[in-house]
T-cell receptor
Framework: DTGVSQDPRHKITKRGQNVTFRCDPI?????LYWYRQTLGQGPEFLTY????????KSRLLSDRFSAERPKGSFSTLEIQRTEQGDSAMYLC???????????????FGPGTRLLVL | AQRVTQPEKLLSVFKGAPVELKCNYS??????LFWYVQYSRQRLQLLLR??SRESIKGFTADLNKGETSFHLKKPFAQEEDSAMYYC???????????FGKGTLLTVNP
């Protein structure tokens, strides 16, 4: 499968624990996005990378959240001191970034479903 | 602030009937609009973008700047169209998408 992959697919943790998710984008894609989706809502933008540079972070991303893309390939999203409100589906998407935003297609991964008890 | 509104959470039609999924947006600049679809047990994927002005799987969507709408239409719904549909707004140079809450379309036999 050459699509976007995410690991793990499911994570159950206790409040206060740290969790880390990984996203592997499509290999030649230079842009990578993280979104969060809660029940009954559409995906909400969290952050995005162009190559290894993190170019924008949403105000939804509190200080407990950090994302990296160290070599411009895979990315990790870490949540420290998890809270029950962090329970959600975390989606990763990647894109090739040519032709401007109107022509860009974001390819989504299957998501990581987080449950904080 | 930019916002995407999909007023219907659920839409149910019979096979062969026309379908229209509504999307309204608010954005002061020049919008880039998309429809994404998620079939059961599959990942979110792009269905169509306004700039292409093409029909995908029989679906079309026209950007109406006067009414700030980007409704998705299909003249004859098929059972395989049953899915969750999200309207999304992309803006400016930062490429991020603002999604609506989605409409779950069910096409009954």
């Amino acid at each position: 499968d050459t699509g976007v992959s995410q690991d793990p697919r499911h994570k159950i943790t206790k409040r206060g624990q740290n969790v880390t998710f990984r996203c592997d984008p499509i290999s030649e894609h230079n842009r990578l996005y993280w979104y969060r989706q809660t029940l009954g809502q559409g995906p909400e933008f969290l952050t995005y990378f162009q190559n290894e540079a993190q170019l924008e972070k949403s105000r939804l991303l509190s200080d407990r959240f950090s994302a990296e893309r160290p070599k411009g390939s895979f990315s990790t999203l870490e949540i420290q001191r998890t809270e029950q409100g962090d329970s959600a589906m975390y989606l990763c998407a990647s894109s090739l970034g040519v032709g401007g935003p109107s022509r860009e297609t974001q390819y989504f991964g299957p998501g990581t479903r987080l449950l904080v008890l | 602030a930019q916002r995407v509104t999909q007023p219907e959470k659920l839409l149910s039609v019979f096979k062969g009937a026309p379908v229209e999924l509504k999307c309204n947006y608010s954005y002061s600049g020049s919008p880039e609009l998309f429809w994404y679809v998620q079939y059961s047990r599959q990942r979110l994927q792009l269905l169509l973008r306004h700039i292409s002005r093409e029909s995908i799987k029989g679906f079309t969507a026209d950007l109406n700047k006067g009414e700030t709408s980007f409704h998705l239409k299909k003249p004859f719904a098929q059972e395989e169209d049953s899915a969750m549909y999200y309207c999304a707004l992309g803006r400016g140079s930062n490429y991020k998408l603002t999604f609506g809450k989605g409409t779950l379309l069910t096409v009954n036999p």
